[in-house]
C-alpha cells in the first residue's frame, strides 16, 4: 500500500509527517495597511502576484519586520521557499523576540528541506529543531510553535534531534494549551507503531474536539487508505479539502491526490485520473508534483 507521502529518504518522510500532525488549522488573514494589495493578493491565493509585489516594495518597507514575514510566507506559497528563508531571517533579525516570525522560519525551512542534498538535509533539520524551540521560548503559550517542536521530538529520528522522552514532556505542555493538537501528534505515533486502533481513535477524539481541524482530517484520511478503508478515506480527504486552513497547512492537493489513490485501488480509473488532474494542477511546489509522480510510478 502506498501512502500520500513517498519518497526514498526516510528523514524526509518523517519531515514532511511533521506538517500533517503539528500545524494550526485556522484561517490565516493579514491586516497590515501599508502591505494592503499584497496581503490581499496573498489572502485570494494569488501568491506570485503577492511575491512581486512584496519584491517591488521591498526598498520602502525594508526596516519593517511584518513586512519581511509576510514577504516570506508570500515566497514560500509561491515555491520560492530559499527566498522566503531570506525574508523570514530578516524579520527576526529586526523583530528577535517575535515568536510567530521564528515558528514561520521553521516552518519554511523545513519546506525547504526536500530541495538538498542528502548530505545537508541532517545539519538544517537540527538547525529548524533550534529554531523552533526558540520560538516556544519566546512564547509558551504559542500553540503552533509547541505543536510544531513537539512534533519534531517526538517524530525525528535521534541522529537530528529527536527525543520522545522529551516530546512526551512537551506533549503535556501543548494538551494545557490545545488538547486537540496534543492528540493528534499522540495519533501520529500510535500510527507510526503500528497501533492503528489506537491511532483510529485518537485521531477521532480530536476531531470530537475540533471538527475542522485539517490536520487531523488529512491524517485520519491517510490512515485509512493505509488501512484499506477507501471509503472513509475518500470522506475524510474531502472533509480535509473542505476546511479553513492556516498558511502552514498542507494543500488541498493533497487530499485531492490521496483520493486519486484511494479510487486507483478501488479501480475507479476515470476517478482515479481526475483526481490526479486535480492534484497536480492545484499543487504549488514542483518538490510536491514530484512527489506525487514518485508514488504513482509505485503503484
Known amino acids: 500500500m ?11 518522510k518523517k519531515i514532511l509527517f511533521i506538517f500533517v500532525v503539528s500545524t494550526l488549522s485556522v484561517s490565516h488573514t493579514f491586516a497590515k495597511e501599508s502591505f494592503q494589495q499584497g496581503i490581499q493578493f496573498f489572502n485570494s491565493g494569488e ?9 517591488n516594495n521591498e526598498k520602502k518597507f525594508n526596516s519593517d519586520a511584518e513586512f519581511h514575514y509576510h514577504y516570506g510566507l508570500s515566497l514560500l506559497k ?19 523576540d517575535n515568536a ?3 515558528y514561520a522560519l521553521g516552518i519554511i ?28 521560548e519566546l512564547d509558551p503559550s504559542h500553540v503552533r510553535a509547541v505543536s510544531f517542536y513537539t512534533g519534531g521530538l517526538m517524530f525525528m529520528p535521534s541522529a537530528v534531534g529527536g527525543d520522545v522522552k522529551e516530546g512526551k514532556v512537551f506533549l503535556d505542555k501543548l494538551r494545557l494549551l490545545d488538547e486537540s493538537y496534543a492528540l493528534q501528534i499522540e495519533a501520529g505515533f500510535a500510527h507510526n507503531k503500528e497501533e492503528f486502533e489506537k491511532a483510529e481513535s ?15 482530517q488529512l491524517g485520519l484520511a491517510n490512515h485509512y487508505l493505509e488501512q484499506k478503508q477507501f471509503d472513509k478515506a475518500i470522506d475524510y480527504a474531502n472533509e480535509f479539502i473542505q476546511s479553513d486552513k492556516h498558511w502552514a497547512d498542507q494543500t488541498n492537493s493533497d487530499g485531492q491526490f490521496l483520493i486519486a489513490l484511494a479510487y486507483y485501488h478501488l479501480g475507479d480509473m476515470d476517478k482515479h485520473k481526475q483526481y490526479v488532474e486535480l492534484a497536480m494542477d492545484n499543487s504549488l511546489r514542483k518538490v510536491q508534483r514530484e512527489m506525487y509522480e514518485k508514488t504513482l510510478d509505485d503503484l
Open 2 to 12: 502506498k501512502t500520500l507521502i513517498v519518497n526514498n529518504s526516510r528523514l524526509i
Open 47 to 55: 501568491y506570485d502576484k503577492a511575491a512581486e509585489f512584496f519584491k
Open 78 to 96: 509561491a515555491d520560492q521557499a530559499g527566498k522566503g528563508i531570506e525574508q523570514m531571517e530578516l524579520a527576526t533579525e529586526i523583530a528577535p
Open 100 to 102: 510567530e516570525y521564528h
Open 109 to 136: 525551512r523545513l519546506a525547504y528541506v526536500p530541495e538538498i542534498n542528502v548530505f545537508r538535509q541532517m545539519m538544517a533539520v537540527r538547525s529548524i529543531k533550534s529554531i523552533a524551540a526558540k520560538a516556544v
Open 202 to 216: 485518537l485521531f477521532l477524539k480530536a476531531l470530537e474536539i475540533n471538527n475542522d481541524f485539517p490536520a487531523a
